[in-house]
């Protein structure tokens, strides 16, 4: 795995000062602010987390924005009262200062589908739907064993819709989502905008859903860290658990300092 991180006395002088003023943060919820948890309504948010976050974009100057699979009206409840710039559904909504930017439209065959995976669920215990008006996902986290049967019926049912969606395949889940909708093009529009635009990206997630933001990132000569080493990553560098995540976090706001070494000095400990 490399390190995009280069030594201190490698840097020049103004490539060392303040970090904090040079970074933009993306930062998954599920899997990287929360953990993972049997069924999506489950998750718990620590509740030092928001102000924390809300403490850290003022150090960054604005440049913090979730970049997540859930959608903006989620988010917003489980940080309330605090708001942030978000990029949901995979980046099929982004919000950017208060102001709806992009709004993916719903697929017209998707109401179809809904009910063939609806159908699905009911005739077999564990399997969940969620569906998120823009896209719909299907959980088979509670029925492990249920996983070919599931995904086969997701790809099948995508195929079926047409080009206008693809299917995202993350942990013991499977979403249909708009075709124009990703983490990546989500982090590389946010990055185009004055709060963010000239900055250093550093983008954190957990999962396969994750790995077009690592991408992303790495291509701007940013910070890609994914959360666990169950897998294969795009990533350059690794957090053990949102627990290490969140740690980063909540110094990085009390100090208010945030570096790109916080992760790096994490992830060689």
Same mark, same amino acid.
């Given at each position: 795995m490399t390190t995009l991180i280069e030594p201190i006395s490698a840097r020049s002088a103004s490539d060392t000062a303040p970090a904090a003023q040079q970074l933009a943060l993306f930062l998954d919820f599920d899997g990287t602010l929360v953990e993972i948890a049997p069924s999506p309504e489950d998750v718990k948010l620590d509740r030092r987390v928001a102000p924390a976050l809300a403490a850290l974009r003022g150090t960054l100057g604005g440049a913090l924005a979730?970049?997540?699979?859930?959608?903006?009206?989620? &988010? /917003?409840?489980?940080?309330?009262?605090?708001?942030? $710039?978000?990029?949901? &559904?995979?980046?099929?909504?982004i919000r950017l200062d208060g102001e709806l930017h992009a709004q993916s439209a719903q697929?017209?065959? &998707?109401?179809?589908? &809904?009910? /063939?995976?609806?159908?699905?669920?009911?005739?077999?215990?564990?399997?969940?739907?969620? $569906?998120?008006?823009?896209s719909v996902a299907l959980h088979w986290r509670l029925a492990p064993s249920l996983q070919d049967e599931a995904l086969a019926l997701m790809r099948r049912t995508a195929a079926r819709i047409g080009p206008g969606v693809r299917l995202q395949e993350g942990k013991s889940v499977a979403e249909i989502v708009p075709a124009n909708a990703s983490k990546g093009h989500a982090i590389a529009w946010l990055m185009a905008k004055p709060a963010y635009a000239g900055r250093r990206p550093v983008f954190i997630g957990d999962d396969i859903t994750d790995e077009d933001g690592f991408a992303a990132v790495n291509a701007m000569g940013g910070l890609s860290v994914r959360i666990g080493? $169950?897998?294969?990553?795009?990533?350059?560098?690794?957090?053990?658990?949102p627990t290490a995540l969140r740690h980063i976090l909540l110094e990085a706001a009390e100090s208010g300092h945030l570096s790109a070494d916080d992760f790096a000095r994490t992830n060689q400990d």
């Open positions: 979730l970049v997540s699979g859930r959608p903006i009206a989620f &988010l /917003d409840a489980m940080l309330a009262p605090h708001r942030f $710039d978000i990029a949901g &559904l995979h980046g099929a909504q697929p017209g065959s &998707l109401r179809e589908a &809904l009910r /063939d995976l609806v159908r699905f669920a009911n005739s077999h215990v564990g399997i969940l739907v969620e $569906d998120k008006r823009v080493a $169950d897998r294969e990553s795009q990533a350059g560098l690794r957090l053990a658990s």
